[in-house]
Nanobody
């Protein structure tokens, strides 16, 4: 199971850090973050994948490159999404999802991911 947290209300230019905690540990696989705004389709944000020697690979949507950073704490089974320089257009429900296969680069397709967290709301005011 996945538990996403850390959402909230922030002003434009501000920062938030989302967390995605997994109930189990897997030696290779990946976690992705997706978001969905009202009336819009689910959108890829970023993903991280790792292999059995813990080499990480990351992938970012163009819209968040340079502003968002994904990272992983293996000891805590948690993936983080640090979001800086937030914009009103970043407003959405953010979901994390797990892929139990190692893919390089990490997949940007939501159909790849088998397990999904419940989502956390991020609202950026102008």
């Amino acid at each position: 199971q996945l538990q996403a947290s850390g959402g909230g209300l922030v002003q434009a230019g501000g920062s938030l850090r989302l967390s995605c905690a997994a109930s189990g540990r897997f030696s290779n696989g990946g976690t992705g973050w997706f978001r969905q705004a009202p009336g819009k389709e689910r959108e890829f944000v970023t993903a991280i994948t790792w292999n059995s020697v813990s080499t990480n690979y990351v992938n970012y949507a163009d819209s968040v490159k340079g502003r968002f950073t994904i990272s992983r704490d293996n000891a805590k089974n948690t993936v983080y999404l640090q979001m800086n320089s937030l914009k009103p257009e970043d407003t959405a429900v953010y979901y994390c999802a797990a892929d139990y296969s190692f893919r390089r680069p990490p997949s940007s397709s939501w159909t790849t991911y088998s397990y999904w967290g419940q989502g956390t709301q991020v609202t950026v005011s102008s």
